[in-house]
């Protein structure tokens, strides 16, 4: 078992908002913010790279772990759970954070799970336990950088954000624990989402952001192809995991006070609680804040907690789906 020691987040300070990517891409503003979901999101500055947003969020959560006694000498394992858009392609983004923290005791590693990068890493977290007591998980997204406004064929992805998180979690602490997970992915949708060259550090080289050599998404997959074939498939395997993860850890969807899904298309949100059969209130819309990768679990996370819809026992579910496909859902109780 491990437990939720503290968390931080880190947005940068420019904000987009629909009316601007309206102009961008041709969609109607109320097509964007009713449709697709959002009002505003967070943008970083060109130069600002994915492993400094990650480094910022990680000094909020260790700043707020360092009251409970766990500072940088007392992280053993580092586990990066984010965009794989980073500073360079073929790069361990973990241990440079391991570097910028100092965390000298550590053994760090990448994993790859899109985003759903933290309901699996909480899942490994826990595994892995018993070799660190301690462990730090990040992430980070720059994926606002690689949007095409102007192709129609990945207009659903016009919500990525930029931002990062970080989480503390240790064996030794006795509250937030995780408790069970459930995961599947579908292979029939590998090439739903790919971008043909990495490394953020090419925007903070280059003076023109909109030069035309920059790496944008791409999809290898009609787009009616994916309305068609996988919104059904995706209503599914939420459902399937966030039961079979209650499920395993003795609850049911009945004990739910937060669940906290990934920005998507707001009639899609609505379809999942309702075949869920939970309220609406308890599931907060990421309207404000776009997709930030896997970061939307713990902006959720905040969100729940700052509208007062955690309590001491509350059950909490986090749950992702992630382009390749891939879906999970993690189980915390809360206090």
Not at 24 to 30: L, M, Y
Not at 35 to 59: C, F, L, N, T
Not at 198 to 222: H, M, Q, V, W
Request: net charge neutral; with cysteine; charged share 25%.
């Amino acid at each position: 078992m491990v437990g939720i020691v503290s968390y931080g987040i880190y947005l940068p300070e420019r904000v987009i908002t629909s009316y601007e990517i309206s102009r961008a891409s041709g969609i109607p503003k109320e097509v964007i913010e009713e449709k697709q979901g959002w009002r505003i999101k967070r943008i970083s500055d060109h130069h600002e790279m994915p492993s400094e947003m990650a480094i910022k969020a990680v000094a909020n959560a260790i700043e707020a772990s360092k009251k409970l006694g766990i500072g940088p000498d007392d992280i053993r394992a580092i586990l990066y759970v984010g965009s794989e858009f980073k500073d360079y392609g073929v790069w361990m983004m973990s241990t440079r954070i391991q570097d910028a923290l100092g965390a000298k005791n550590a053994f760090a590693f990448d994993i790859v799970a899109m985003c759903v990068g933290y309901v699996v890493g909480l899942a490994i977290a826990k595994r892995i336990s018993d070799l660190a007591e301690n462990i730090l998980l990040v992430a980070a997204s720059k994926e606002s950088y690689l949007v095409n406004y102007k192709n129609p064929n990945t207009t659903w992805i016009s919500d990525f954000a930029d931002g990062a998180s970080a989480v503390v979690v240790s064996r030794s602490y006795m509250k937030n624990r995780v408790l069970e997970s459930s995961f599947i992915s579908d292979g029939r949708f590998w090439n739903m989402v790919v971008v043909k060259s990495l490394g953020a550090i090419i925007f903070r080289d280059n003076k023109n952001p909109e030069y035309i050599e920059r790496p944008y998404f791409d999809s290898l997959i009609d787009k009616d192809q994916v309305r068609s074939d996988l919104t059904k498939t995706s209503k599914e395997n939420f459902v399937r995991v966030i039961r079979e993860a209650l499920d395993r850890s003795g609850y049911t969807v009945k004990d739910v006070d937060l669940l906290v899904i990934n920005h998507m298309k707001r009639s899609f949100h609505r379809e999942i609680v309702k075949e869920l059969g939970l309220e609406e209130a308890k599931a907060p819309y990421l309207e404000d804040y776009g997709h930030t990768q896997s970061s939307d679990m713990i902006i959720g996370l905040d969100i729940g907690i700052k509208k007062g819809l955690i309590k001491d026992g509350s059950v909490v579910v986090l749950a992702s789906g992630g382009t390749g496909f891939l879906w999970g859902a993690t189980v915390l109780r809360w206090g």
